[in-house]
């Protein structure tokens, strides 16, 4: 086994008894990135000096016994999250030369335990996507099958982990964005609740769904990381002030309390779901069954079904309004006109994707004077019922399971000019996000052609910890 395929864990204690030096484990992904990312593209930019100077610190910590659990460990970020100096695209050629002055606080909390940042990742456009391929800086393919896309829109952080060109990502859920290219890259992947880990410094898509969490190839990772980002910040008003739980001290701590777990039947009766990966999810939660402390029941979540109309006003709508800072005046690239309102026009015509133009006026039109009762309020009553459904069902359970997504990595170009076709993607992803719960994606199996399966697990609003719990014992079935 390479250095670079190892876990945080085992490369923690690799570190910590001195069998490799930081500077090694780093040069051991930057190698990888090398030879892999021209055919994968999971980076925009790589920092290789940074990096390098970044482990050479990180072993004199280690030296001077300062080590903490991420210190030496070389990570990824998503292109749509701010770190100080290094270029952070969103993957729009509009931010082609935003070189941000300050770190998100996620990204801040990790780096202050030492942890090595290798390169900032490819996604689609400021989140827009479940494929990268809205990306303006070519798609993501997946390691698995070059000819097939990572998911999205956190799919270059998914890649570069399944990839082995780091050890951990960090990425942005709106509306599946971590769990879905978790999923199909066969790593696992962690949407908080809403409120639980801070958005400063993460761009904005929309503001009322958006999150941001880790991902990694263990939910033991996970668990690991979801410790260091979690808790209430002052530059996001949206955090809560809850303890923040020791995650992964938890994860076996409780082995023997009894789980009930919902299956939600709508989750697996949708038309057009491969049949494999549902038997792969099923056969799985049969093993989950025969567990001692878990007790498996069905039940139903009737207005499941309408999550995706209402996320694609919700988000849109939101997505209208956040995105009209980015106009090419501030910073950015600017496009040259003769008057004001053409730098504006031809700033965005050029610098934004199709896809991210489509929900910017999707939304300008939901929120229109004549049409908001119609649409942006209707989706917000219906939201409340979705969130009603969940609460409901959380009465009688502690956590759901489902399929992450109702098909595995499909081919690059596949969907692409089916706008409907590729939001279909975000089915079983969206319902969580547009009720603000915490979800987790775990590698189940594989197809009979070698693609990566997800199981996605659900749990109660700030009740991470039995979400990790279940998925840590999933993994080690
Ligand atoms: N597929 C979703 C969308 O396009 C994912 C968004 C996200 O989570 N950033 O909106």
Known sequence: MNINELTIKQAY???KKGDFSSVELTKACLARIKKR????????TVTEDLALEEAQI???MIANKKQKMLTGIPFSVKDAIDVADVRSTASAKILDNYVPSFDATVISNIRK???VLVGKTNCDAFGHGASNENSMYGPVRNPYDLD?????SSGGSAASVADHMCIFSIGEDTGGSIRQPASLCGIAGLRPSYGRNSRYGIMPMASSLDTVGPMAKTVEDIAILEEVMAGRDEKDATTVD???PEYSKQLTANSKQKLKIGIPKEYFDLEGMDEETKTIVENKINEIAKLPNCQIVEVSLPYTKYAIPVYYIVVPSEDSSNLGRIDGVRYGVQAQADNLYDVY???RAQGLPEEVKRRIMIGTYALSAGYYDAYYRKAQKVRTLIRQDFERVFEEVDLLITPTSPFPAFKIGEKKDDVLAMYLADVFVAPASVAGLPAVSVP???TKSGLPVGLQIIGKRLDEEHVLQLGHTIERL
């Open 444 to 446: 189940v199996g594989n």
């Open 58 to 60: 990180a072993d004199e």
């Open 13 to 15: 204690d690799g570190l």
């Open 148 to 152: 097939r896309v990572a998911g999205g």
């Open 37 to 44: 990312n021209k055919d994968i593209n999971a980076f925009i």
């Open 113 to 115: 335990q030492g942890a």
């Open 242 to 244: 809850n303890e923040v």
């Open 345 to 347: 026009a031809r700033s």
